[in-house]
C-alpha cells in the first residue's frame, strides 16, 4: 500500500491545514515533519484534498511546505500485559522512560513504546493445536503482579480462526510470536501477547451486555448508603474548585471493591498527580495485600502538558479499561476532570471555525460526552464470566454553577450525581457531597427504607434551619427543633468522613450497616427536653462519642467498649421509639 503523503498549507495554533494526494480517513494519525523533529497528529476533518490535523505537541516552527506523512492507521494504543503500574502521557508514552531519556522536561518529537520491549512474561497456553478462536478469546495467560494476565485473540480479527501452532509453556517478550492462526481463506497470521486497538472506537467482544446492579463499594458512607453507584455504572462529581473533587477520588481509588483502577488525569493540576505517585507506591491494597500501584494505571496529561492531548489521554484511559474488562475483571475509571477535555474540544472547534453552542462549547458536545459514558458497563464474556467498567468524572464548573454546559450534559447520562457544595466544604464538612442535592439510581447497600427514613430527617431539618434563619430559635418549637439537631446529627457523624484517618477513611460495608442502625435509634427516638440548651448538649454529647465511636477499629475493644458507652447514653434518656423506625431496625438487624 502506498504511503499517502502531504504537505502543510496553513498552521492556526495547534490545527494544521495539509493538502494531501492519496486516500486518508478520519481520526488517521499523521507526522508533521519540522526539521529532524516528527509531531504527531491527528486528522479531525476532511475536505476534498484538505485535512485538517490537530497536533498533539507545540507547532512552533511549523510553516507552510513542511512535509506531511500519514500512517494509514487510527489513533491507537497498545495492549499487553506490562500495563498495570505504569504511568502514561494521553498518547501512551510512558512518562519515566521520558524522563530517563530527555530529562524532566518534555521535548517535542519524542515517542516511546508503551510496553517494554525487553520485560519477560511467563506464558502458560490455554489452547491447543486445531481449536477454533475468535476475537477477544484466551490463547493463554501470563501472571501480571496479581492478577491474571489474559492473552487474547487480538479485537480486529473479525472471522473465525484455526489454531495452527501454539507456545509451549516458558517467558517470552510481548512482540514474541506466541500463536499462529489460519483463517478461511487458508491466510495464517501469526499472534504476539500485545496488539493495538483505535481508542475511539468501542470494544464489543462480549455475547451481551448486562444491567448494572451489584454495588461498587467504596468505603465512603455518605456514597454507599445514599447516593450509591453500581458496578459498570456511571456517576459524576461537580463542585467548584477546592471543594474537595480530588481527594474524593482519591479516596475512590484507594478503596473501591474493583481488582483495576485506572486514572485519566486530564488537563489538572500536576502536584495532584505527584500527590498519588508518592502515594499509592507506599499504600496496600486490602483485598491482595499488595502495592497499590500494581492495580493502578495512570494516564496523565496536566495543565503544563499540550492541550490537544487532553481528548485522547480520556480515551485512552477507557480503552485500557474496556481491555481489563475483557478479562473478566471489575475496571474503576476516573476522569478528572471532564470540564478540561471539554475545553479542549470547544478550543479544537472554534479553530476549525464551527458554529459555536452554548457558551461557545460545539453543538455536539452532548453526543461525545454520552459516547463517552457509553463505554462503562456490565457485559458478560463469552466464557460465561462478567467484567466491568465504572466510569466516574468530575466536572469543574465555573463559580460551581451546575446550570453550565459540561454539568448539563453529563448529568443527562450518569447514573449517580455526587453534587459537591461550596456551603459545605467551607464549613468543612468532608466529603463535602449536598445531601439533597445529590442523587443516585443505583440500589444502596442498606435497605431501601432505612435510606428514605435518614434522608427525611436531612431534608426536615434543613427545611427547620431555614426557618430558624428567619424566626430565630426561639420561634421554632421544640419538635422542630429536635428535627434539626437529629439531621444535624445525622450528617456530622455518618454522612461526614476524615480521609485522613485510618480507620475512618475506609468504612467496610458490614460496619457502615452495624453503625447505620445505632443512628436509626437516635433518629427514631422519642426524647423529652426542659429546654433547647439541654437538647443541644445532649446531641452535642452524643455526636463526640459517636466521632471516637468511629476512628475505633471494626471489633476492636475500644470499638465494643465505645459502643457500650453509646447504648448507655441512649438508654438514659430515652426507652421509646418510634414504630416506624423501630421496624426497619429489626429488619436491619
Not at 500500500?1 to 488517521?28: D, P, R, W, Y
Not at 445531601?435 to 435497605?447: E, I, Q, R, T
Request: aromatic share 8%; proline share 4%; hydrophobic share 40%.
Amino acid at each position: 500500500m502506498t504511503q499517502t503523503k502531504g504537505i502543510v498549507s496553513a498552521v492556526n495554533g495547534n490545527m494544521v491545514s495539509v493538502t494531501f494526494e492519496g486516500v486518508v480517513s478520519l481520526n488517521e494519525v499523521g507526522y508533521v515533519h519540522v526539521g529532524n523533529a516528527r509531531l504527531k497528529a491527528e486528522i479531525i476533518r476532511v475536505r476534498g484534498r484538505e485535512a485538517q490535523l490537530q497536533v498533539f505537541e507545540i507547532t512552533r516552527g511549523v510553516s507552510v511546505g513542511d512535509r506531511v506523512e500519514f500512517t494509514g492507521d487510527l489513533l491507537s494504543v497498545e495492549l499487553g500485559p506490562g500495563l498495570l503500574g505504569q504511568v502514561y502521557d494521553g498518547l501512551q508514552n510512558p512518562l519515566p522512560l521520558l524522563a530517563e531519556k530527555v530529562g524532566y522536561f518534555l521535548e517535542r518529537g519524542v515517542y516511546l513504546p508503551a510496553l517494554s520491549r525487553t520485560s519477560e512474561w511467563m506464558f502458560t497456553p490455554h489452547v491447543s493445536v486445531g481449536e477454533r478462536v475468535v476475537r477477544g478469546d484466551v490463547l493463554g495467560y501470563t501472571p501480571e503482579g496479581a492478577l491474571k494476565h489474559r492473552i487474547m485473540v487480538p479485537f480486529h480479527m473479525g472471522d473465525s480462526y484455526e489454531v495452527v501452532f501454539i507456545q509451549t509453556a516458558g517467558t517470552y517478550r510481548v512482540h514474541d510470536v506466541i500463536a499462529r492462526v489460519r483463517d478461511a481463506q487458508g491466510h495464517e497470521h501469526e499472534l504476539t501477547m500485545a496488539f493495538r486497538w483505535p481508542v475511539k472506537r468501542p470494544v464489543h467482544c462480549y455475547a451481551e451486555r448486562l444491567k448494572p446492579t451489584e454495588p461498587l463499594v467504596t468505603s465512603i458512607r455518605t456514597i454507599d448508603t445514599f447516593f450509591p453507584v453500581a458496578k459498570g455504572g456511571t456517576y459524576c462529581i461537580p463542585g467548584p474548585f477546592g471543594a474537595g473533587k480530588t481527594v474524593l477520588q482519591h479516596s475512590t481509588s484507594r478503596n473501591a471493591d474493583v481488582d483495576v483502577v485506572v486514572i485519566a488525569a486530564c488537563g489538572e493540576r500536576a502536584g495532584e498527580v505527584v500527590e498519588t505517585l508518592r502515594e499509592f507506591p507506599d499504600l496496600t491494597d486490602p483485598r491482595t495485600g499488595r502495592s497499590l500501584m500494581e492495580r493502578t494505571v495512570i494516564v496523565c496529561n496536566t495543565s503544563s502538558m499540550p492541550v490537544a492531548s487532553r481528548e485522547a489521554s480520556v480515551y485512552t484511559g477507557v480503552t485500557l479499561a474496556e481491555y481489563y474488562r475483557q478479562m473478566g475483571l471489575d475496571v474503576l475509571l476516573l476522569a478528572d476532570s471532564t470540564s478540561r477535555w471539554a475545553q479542549a474540544l470547544r478550543e479544537m472547534s472554534g479553530r476549525l471555525e464551527e458554529i459555536p453552542g452554548e457558551e461557545a462549547f460545539p453543538a455536539y458536545l452532548e453526543s461525545c460526552i454520552a459516547a463517552f459514558y457509553e463505554r462503562a458497563g456490565v457485559v458478560r464474556l463469552r466464557s460465561g464470566e462478567k467484567g466491568s467498567v465504572t466510569i466516574g468524572g468530575t466536572v469543574s464548573p465555573a463559580g460551581g454553577n451546575f446550570e453550565e454546559p459540561v454539568t448539563q450534559a453529563t448529568l443527562k447520562v450518569v447514573g449517580a450525581f455526587h453534587g459537591l457544595s461550596r456551603e459545605r466544604s467551607d464549613a468543612r464538612r468532608y466529603p463535602a457531597v449536598h445531601p439533597l442535592d445529590s442523587w443516585s439510581k443505583y440500589p444502596s447497600v442498606l435497605d431501601a427504607r432505612a435510606v428514605a427514613y435518614g434522608r427525611s430527617f436531612l431534608r426536615r431539618g434543613a427545611e427547620v434551619e431555614q426557618m430558624m434563619r428567619v424566626v430565630g430559635e426561639e420561634g421554632t418549637s421544640m419538635e422542630d427543633f429536635l428535627v434539626y439537631l437529629k439531621g444535624s446529627f445525622l450528617d456530622s457523624v455518618y454522612l461526614q468522613q476524615n480521609s485522613f484517618d485510618t480507620v475512618d477513611s475506609a468504612v467496610p460495608v458490614a460496619r457502615q450497616k452495624h453503625c447505620y442502625a445505632i443512628v436509626m435509634r437516635v433518629l427514631g427516638s422519642v426524647l423529652a427536653f426542659e429546654s433547647k440548651d439541654d437538647a443541644r448538649a445532649y446531641f452535642s454529647k452524643l455526636g463526640h462519642m459517636f466521632i471516637d465511636y468511629n476512628c475505633c477499629a471494626w471489633n476492636s475493644e475500644a470499638f465494643v467498649e465505645k459502643e457500650k458507652e453509646i447504648r448507655a447514653f441512649l438508654q438514659g434518656e430515652s426507652t421509646k421509639i418510634d414504630s416506624e423506625a423501630e421496624g426497619i431496625i429489626r429488619g436491619m438487624e
